[in-house]
């Protein structure tokens, strides 16, 4: 068994950056976790009136409604195995804008060749994600496809409520750095939310998650 994101991608896997196909190699089989530490030079949000959008996704952990440039964060990628016996990663960011601390939860597991994101503390919304490798070895991913989870009920979440993130991340062989750009945007609101950054990477021993990277639940629907 390969990583999630190696069975996804296939042979494309091999075409991505070597620092890169050691960041997304993260698995149970591999055994070890990513943790990386940088800064993000800028963390943007739309016009006021996409606020309101925002700090209801704060209160899952989903979006950040600050802005703020300079901002120290950290991203904690590990290995575990959930409820339903799938293989998944978190992916949680942690900032501290201004005092005030933020946190954007993700876990993803592989499903039928896909990576769904699960977003969110209670993993209410599931993402399909796009992953391509560009020329220069850097990984380009794009969601499609947002769900909503909660209880019994179960719908494709409508786009005009939503948006869509297109993430950038590469390996700067100067610097030794990775560097990421992130921008999620609404078809009619526009530009909503934005990072780009830099970190560094820690690898780990590890083959399971600690509990406070866990969601709160586990959704067995893709």
Not at 29 to 50: F, L, N
Request: overall charge positive; some cysteine; aromatic content about 14%.
């Amino acid at each position: 068994m390969t990583s999630i994101f190696a069975q996804a991608m296939g042979a494309d896997f091999d075409r991505l950056h070597p620092m890169l196909q050691r960041r997304f190699g993260v698995g149970l089989q591999a055994g070890y976790a990513c943790v990386g530490t940088g800064v993000m030079s800028s963390i943007r949000h739309g016009p006021w009136w996409t606020l309101p959008f925002l700090h209801i996704g704060r209160m899952r952990s989903i979006l950040v409604p600050h802005a703020g440039r300079d901002v120290p964060f950290v991203i904690k990628n590990y290995p575990y195995r959930d409820p339903y016996g799938r293989e998944t990663i978190t992916f949680v960011r942690e900032y501290r804008i201004r005092r005030r601390p933020s946190r954007f939860d993700a876990t993803m597991i592989v499903d039928n060749g896909r990576v769904i994101d699960y977003l969110g503390t209670h993993q209410h919304l599931a993402v399909d994600l796009d992953l391509r490798v560009s020329g220069d070895g850097s990984l380009l991913l794009t969601t499609h496809g947002q769900r909503f989870y909660e209880g019994p009920v179960g719908f494709r979440f409508p786009l005009l409520f939503s948006g869509e993130a297109t993430l950038h991340e590469s390996f700067d062989d100067t610097d030794e750095v990775y560097r990421v750009k992130l921008e999620v945007r609404n078809q009619v609101f526009g530009f909503l939310f934005g990072y780009e950054g830099w970190f560094r990477c820690e690898y780990l021993p590890a083959t399971g998650a600690p509990a406070d990277l866990k969601p709160v639940r586990h959704e067995r629907r893709t």
